[in-house]
């Protein structure tokens, strides 16, 4: 037998499919954090207010007082509600709701204790909770195709399969 002479042939072979995460971006969203103490702030933030100052002062120029008005809320709610940047995964799924969240998030914490007991009762919790929350969204689209939206209907099943449109490209050659 030769040395470097063999009857191998090598094959690179480099897949077509990029998953979704890598495709596309997370994207960030600011979302406010709304609680009993939040609202009853507002609530005196509304109530201390001299509202003839603020609308009064644009006489008939309704537009200008509505416009006011709409500022002033908008004031109120950002000093009093705190403000989260939230990312969204292009591959999370749309029965992952904030429930659902907060429950894996418990399960995490379960495992890192390594609590064997606090895991098991964690991943029941998990199971439990996707499958109310896999159940409530089959309802919401069940309802979409009741009111007639089929459109968001298989929008819904193309989530549901992993199935969507010009996403298999052909084979290209190999040279």
């Known amino acids: ?44 933030c509304f109530q201390t207010t001299n509202w003839d100052v603020i609308v009064g002062s644009h006489g008939e120029d309704i537009e200008g007082a509505a416009q006011c008005f709409t500022d002033y809320m908008n004031f109120c709610v950002d000093t009093v509600a705190p403000v989260r940047t939230v990312r969204c995964y292009p591959n999370n799924k749309p029965w992952v709701t904030k429930e659902v969240k907060a429950v894996l998030n418990r399960k995490k914490r379960a495992f890192r204790s390594k609590n064997e007991e606090e895991m098991r009762k964690a991943q029941q919790e998990v199971r439990l909770c996707l499958r109310k929350a896999k159940e409530a969204y089959g309802r919401k689209l069940e309802k979409q195709l009741g009111c007639n939206q089929v459109r968001e209907v298989w929008n819904g099943m193309r989530t549901i399969t992993g199935h969507a449109k010009g996403l298999s490209r052909p084979c290209r050659p190999l040279h």
């Open 1 to 44: 037998m030769t040395s470097g002479k063999s009857d191998h042939n090598l094959v690179y072979l480099q897949p077509t499919y990029i998953p979704l995460v890598k495709r596309l971006p997370a994207t960030t969203r600011r979302v406010r954090k709304w609680s009993p103490e939040v609202e009853e702030m507002l609530r005196d």
